[in-house]
């Protein structure tokens, strides 16, 4: 009889471990299908086409002239251009359909620096002189943009340190206002 609950016993054991593999299994296939991907643009842009056209960052970006952001080209003003370029193609339609609806395009943001960091591009381009590809990297040979550098404190302080005047882009208020 000792033998028989013994079978039973181990029987019981293996389902229990079984049933404890198969809820794993299920959790995780669970977990993996309701995980996020990466959102997609709304728009497929190709900035190196742009460039190609001879099309400046600043062209379309133009408030990093004059402001902090560099901000986002309005839809207006693609449709200056793409009222009679490329109006055939998927995305311009797209880009057309957000012009009728007086509607933004909703582009993910691809760098945020945090609330306490205080950055000016017009600074930085105006001022300084800088390119947009010493922080952005070559924009214009990449089909999407993404950032190419951690935007961290060390790596600003690294060009800061570059600068005629680095004792003076060394003090704290100079970013953290």
């Known amino acids: 009889m000792q033998g028989k609950n013994r079978s039973i016993r181990t029987w019981r054991l293996i389902a229990g471990l079984l049933l404890i593999l198969i809820l794993q299994g299920a959790g995780t296939l669970w977990w993996v299908s309701n995980s996020r991907a990466q959102p997609e643009e709304p728009i497929e842009f190709n900035h190196q086409v742009m460039v190609q056209l001879g099309i400046t960052c600043l062209f379309c970006h133009s408030d990093a002239m004059r402001s902090p952001a560099a901000g986002m080209p309005s839809v207006q003003k693609c449709m200056g251009c793409h009222s009679t370029i490329a109006t055939n193609t998927p995305d311009i339609q797209t880009l057309a359909g957000f012009w009728q ?13 945090p609330r306490f960091v205080y950055f000016s591009h017009r600074v930085h381009v105006v001022v300084g002189g800088l390119n947009c590809e010493r922080c952005h990297g070559d924009v214009g040979h990449m089909t999407v943009a993404e950032p190419v550098v951690d935007l961290n404190m060390g790596w600003c302080l690294s060009c800061h340190d570059q600068q005629p005047n680095k004792q003076q882009l060394r003090e704290c208020v100079v970013c953290h206002q």
């Open 101 to 113: 609806r007086q509607e933004p395009v909703p582009w993910l943001r691809r760098l945020r620096l």
